[in-house]
């Protein structure tokens, strides 16, 4: 008599496990689902928030990449006198103003595209010095004269930059 107590106990116990863990699988399936959704429903509000900043910074150096191009440069920036080295270093002076006014917009984009806007940067003020530095430059006029003439053999280094910088916009709009 003892043993049909047991399997009546087990006929009434098991259905009732089984049961009981699918409705623990359900429950756990349905909490998991629910806190992926508020995770990707808070990240999407953030990406909403995020996305006009990044667009801004993307925006202004895009303006630092052409206020620093060469050409546009030579043009909004005249000699103070003949001496070139003088012009040299105002030259200088105003990219580096300008990127300390944009140091902070790497914070919004990646890393390849700071790297790519600081390289162009650092080649441009290269470019001016080894410019500076020809035998045949004797004043700030023909510095400048050098420094577009270069720039009509190849692409300018703030050209390039501007291309990535465009190519990662459009990646994040994407």
Do not use: F, G
């Given at each position: 008599m003892n043993s049909d107590k047991i399997l009546e106990l087990a006929f009434y116990t098991l259905p009732a496990l089984i049961t009981g863990g699918v409705a623990y699988y359900l429950f756990q399936s349905y909490f998991s689902d629910q806190q992926n959704t508020r995770r990707w429903l808070i990240q999407k509000e953030?990406?909403?928030?995020?996305?006009?900043?990044?667009?801004?910074?993307?925006?202004?150096?895009?303006l630092f990449l052409e206020r620093i191009s060469p050409a546009k440069l030579l043009i909004r920036v005249a000699p103070l006198n003949d001496d070139k080295l003088d012009y040299q270093n105002l030259?200088?002076?105003?990219?580096?103003?300008?990127?300390?006014?944009?140091?902070?917009?790497?914070?919004?984009?990646?890393?390849?595209?700071?790297?790519?806007?600081?390289?162009?940067?650092?080649?441009?003020?290269?470019?001016?010095?080894?410019?500076?530095?020809?035998?045949?430059?004797t004043n700030a006029d023909q510095l400048r004269e050098k420094i577009l003439s270069s720039m009509l053999d190849g692409q300018s280094a703030s050209t390039l930059a501007l291309s990535y910088l465009k190519s990662e916009v459009t990646d994040v709009l994407g």
């Open positions: 953030n990406q909403k928030q995020s996305l006009p900043l990044r667009l801004q910074a993307y925006e202004r150096l895009a030259l200088i002076h105003h990219i580096e103003q300008e990127y300390e006014h944009n140091l902070t917009q790497q914070i919004y984009i990646t890393d390849q595209c700071w790297t790519m806007v600081l390289t162009a940067k650092n080649t441009i003020i290269q470019n001016i010095r080894k410019t500076t530095l020809d035998a045949t430059v």
